[in-house]
């Protein structure tokens, strides 16, 4: 055996996500046209507004955004800073935030977008682990940014610092979309088989303040419908990504052993495996 990459569920070597903050009423505009093309979206809200019905209303988040299977997600129940703050304030953020999330939709919320600064613009190099130790300490599983955008197309290699692909707003992207839909990595080579997601992110009310709805569709109308991508929210792709990390294997790679609840798939040398749950698969 030579390389071993993650696949996503049926085998698909990419992903689509986005993510969109702040919990807007252009929200329920957005998700009528992404859920119309088959994209997954996690909205990040704050706690603070979750009771402002001139936004969205508990109602609607819970059966046009839950219930249309996206995902919400903690914002900072302020919008504050975690690096302008002290760090008891900052853990007050994080856990008031989720806390008012969780009860007042009835569902665990473990992701989280970076309210105004996040950790590519922190200019001490000690700050970050400070965050981060926050960040786990409130068991916050990941932990969006913004400001970088790149197409590289990889997974992070650090949750707590999830860096999307690209701003909906990047003149580039529909140069990125075509190139990351024409990737065909099954004819890479082998060593670069690795799988590729792309993020996209956002704040809904930029299309009202633009008036540039059309830009949205044909997004979406270039991301969808592709048979070898997978559509899911940020934390269906995080669990998804921990889950194969857990897989457990024998020294020599040849057993391996799936101890989640997921059906795991990856590529070895061209060829794709899959592993129940509880199963123990042997190349
Ligand atoms: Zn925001």
């Known amino acids: 055996m030579l390389y071993q990459f993650l696949r996503f569920p049926g085998g698909k070597p990419k992903a689509v996500t986005l993510s969109y903050d702040d919990g807007n009423t252009a929200d329920m505009k957005f998700n009528d046209i992404i859920t119309r093309y088959g994209l997954k979206c996690t909205f990040n809200l704050l706690g603070s507004l979750v009771e402002d019905e001139s936004r969205l209303t508990v109602d609607y988040i819970k059966s046009e ?21 002290r760090p008891i304030e900052g853990i007050r953020e994080l856990l008031d935030c989720r806390l008012t999330l969780e009860k007042t939709f009835g569902t665990i919320i473990k992701g989280f977008a970076y309210p105004d600064t996040s950790p590519n613009s922190y200019t001490h190099s000690d700050t970050y682990e400070r965050v981060k130790n926050i960040l786990r300490e409130v068991d916050v599983s990941y932990a969006r940014c913004a400001g ?25 992207i529909m140069e990125y979309i075509d190139e990351f ?22 704040h809904t009310s930029e299309f009202d303040d633009n008036d540039n709805w059309d830009h949205l569709e044909a997004v979406c109308q270039k991301l969808s419908g592709k048979s070898d991508i997978w559509y ?8 998804y990504v921990k889950a194969y990390e857990s897989l457990s294997y024998s020294a020599d790679g040849t057993m391996i052993y799936n101890p989640t609840l997921y059906t795991i798939w990856f590529d070895v040398d061209g060829r794709l495996y899959s592993v129940e749950p509880g199963e123990t698969l042997r190349l």
């Open 65 to 85: 955004i839950l219930g249309r299977g996206h995902e919400v997600a903690n914002h900072g129940y302020d919008h504050r800073s975690q690096i302008k703050i």
């Open 148 to 172: 970088e955008d790149n197409n590289k197309f990889l997974l992070p290699s650090d949750f707590h610092k999830w860096m999307p692909s690209v701003h909906h707003d990047n003149p580039e």
């Open 232 to 239: 899911a929210t940020n934390i269906e792709i995080c669990e």
């Open 181 to 202: 839909t024409s990737m065909n990595i099954d004819e890479f080579y082998i060593a670069n088989r690795l799988p590729r997601l792309f993020f996209l992110w956002g």
